[in-house]
């Protein structure tokens, strides 16, 4: 089966309160797109189709509108792509933990560029499972002159992660530890009834507290769909980090990347980003003393970076 796209939209304008619909404006449209494989991923364009293209893949347990302050600051330079990738938001839930395999996560950023970007270049960037997942893509040669350039936030891709731990176990043990202390969650993921059932307990409030205390600032967006994104998305894990971090391969970028690492990230060590180099042969780095949700607690920032890298990394 091809991918497709519904052909009904809707349009929103962005305003002070929220988003209101309003017919004329065409700020924001959104769409259901089809993948190969049957899933129905729910996708929204932001701003002027003639301006540089640039898709925005959100984490684990997000979805889209965890991107909604990144976008006020960059929608008047880019054309925006942004949709729930499968499981999250409002996009389709696989029945299967191998639906959510790499290989098909990729499969599902392809068919949303061709549906909405046909024929077109684009700037990619990602965060947490977004930026993992995308690391998929980046180095799939298929990509090779299409992406233009990758911003990752808190992804690695988990074929250099692999490779780093194993180096990191024969050399540096307390680099190994400190990461393997960090990713304790990876292992109560895997748990089959007791890690879906969490979320359950989790409301948008009880969620934002959290995010309040990790990033020592109040007021951030909440997620309504908290408790079904984070059980949901619980297949991302099952379906990948073993067969990645035992089996890992060699994966090299397309494209140039950038790194923005978050110095008091509370779940990746700033110094898996020390193998990168090996992978991408135009690679630069930058530091935000910020924590995991950089995306909402500095957003300004953040996509000034973004900004930076794109515009410098955008054809002539």
């Avoid at 049957?38 to 898709?55: C, F, H, M, R, S």
């Avoid at 350039?149 to 250099?160: A, F, N, V």
Wanted: with cysteine.
């Amino acid at each position: 089966m091809e991918c497709g796209i519904d052909p009904n939209a809707l349009y929103y304008e962005i305003t002070a309160n929220g988003k209101t619909i309003k017919g004329d404006s065409m700020q924001v449209q959104t769409y259901w797109i089809s993948t190969q494989d049957k899933q129905k991923l729910y996708a929204k364009t932001w701003g002027n189709a003639e301006n540089p293209a640039l898709v925005l893949v959100h984490g684990y347990p997000d979805n889209q509108e965890v991107w909604e302050p990144i976008i006020e600051q960059l929608i008047s330079k880019f054309y925006i792509i942004t949709y729930d990738v499968r499981g999250a938001g409002q996009s389709s839930v696989p029945k299967r933990i191998r639906d959510y395999a790499l290989a098909r996560l990729s499969l599902d950023l392809e068919c949303v560029v061709n549906e909405l970007l046909p024929n077109r270049n684009f700037h990619l960037a990602a965060h947490d499972w977004g930026s993992i997942q995308s690391w998929e893509s980046v180095t799939e040669p298929k990509f090779k002159n299409r992406i233009l350039s990758y911003t990752t936030m808190s992804g690695p891709c988990l074929d250099h992660a692999a490779f780093w731990m194993r180096e990191q176990f024969l050399h540096e043990k307390p680099k190994f530890f400190k990461q393997l202390f960090k990713s304790w969650y990876i292992v109560a993921f895997q748990l089959p009834f007791l890690a879906p059932t969490v979320w359950h307990f989790f409301s948008p409030q009880r969620w934002g507290a959290i995010l309040t205390q990790l990033e020592k600032k109040k007021g951030l967006p909440l997620n309504q769909n908290i408790a079904k994104d984070g059980e949901h998305g619980i297949g991302l894990y099952r379906a990948n980090f073993l067969p990645r971090l035992t089996r890992p391969r060699q994966r090299y970028a397309v494209c140039p990347v950038q790194a923005v690492v978050l110095l008091r990230d509370k779940f990746v060590s700033p110094e898996l980003i020390d193998e990168v180099p090996k992978w991408a042969t135009d690679f630069e780095r930058v530091e935000v003393d910020a924590n995991h949700w950089a995306v909402l607690s500095q957003p300004q920032e953040i996509a000034q970076y973004i900004q930076t890298f794109a515009l410098k990394n955008s054809e002539s």
